[in-house]
């Protein structure tokens, strides 16, 4: 299992598994105040994933953690009312996996590792992800070799080497830390996250 699917997988689990006077009865067609993600932190107050509002609901139900942030809405079951979660803490510590290098590549993370800009012009606009040794030269798909790259930039570059057409990354690509897949899971990151998460993630 990849790095810190655990989590998703063991929330699935009490979901399933939470009796159902206990879980938020939540409408298919939810408002756009309960379409939001939650930030998970560990026992020790370090960000270690996100997961939905319903999934945090089950875990602060179950006292498997506790509210850190909330909103000013509301959860609504048949029975009870719940402030709605915006950060949560377990309470008990989980030793989370720290390869990741292991974690899938995708666009959105190696642009989040990338600072969202072409690690060739600087450019923000037009992005796409360019194999800094084409693979048609050997280049391997890792973290260690895929850079972002803006579309001018990887038509200019095409399958030639870095020293054969002097293009060479800003910095050196290198495997993301934990705090890129929390950034690349939410569209934007909530004020309340700011506090909890790394300088470089905001």
Wanted: net charge positive; proline share 8%; glycine share 2%.
């Amino acid at each position: 299992m990849a790095p810190l699917d655990w989590l998703l997988s063991e929330m699935k689990t009490l979901t399933s598994s939470a009796p159902s006077e206990y879980a938020p009865r939540l409408p298919r067609q939810r408002p756009a105040r309960d379409t939001g993600r939650v930030l998970v932190l560990n026992a020790t107050y370090e960000p270690i994933n996100v997961c939905s509002v319903r999934r945090a609901a089950i875990l602060l139900l179950k006292e498997k953690a506790e509210m850190i942030e909330r909103s000013d809405s509301e959860l609504r079951s048949e029975r009870q009312v719940l402030a709605r979660p915006i950060v949560i803490r377990l309470r008990l510590y989980v030793n989370v996996p720290r390869d990741s290098s292991k974690r899938k590549i995708t666009r959105r993370a190696v642009f989040a590792r990338d600072g969202w800009a072409c690690q060739y012009c600087g450019t923000r606009s037009s992005l796409t992800v360019d194999h800094v040794i084409p693979r048609s030269k050997g280049g391997l798909s890792t973290w260690e070799n895929i850079v972002a790259s803006c579309a001018p930039c990887n038509r200019r570059k095409a399958d030639r080497l870095p020293a054969q057409i002097n293009m060479h990354p800003r910095k050196s690509p290198r495997v993301p830390g934990p705090h890129v897949f929390i950034t690349v899971a939410t569209q934007k990151i909530p004020a309340a996250w700011l506090q909890w998460l790394p300088a470089e993630a905001a």
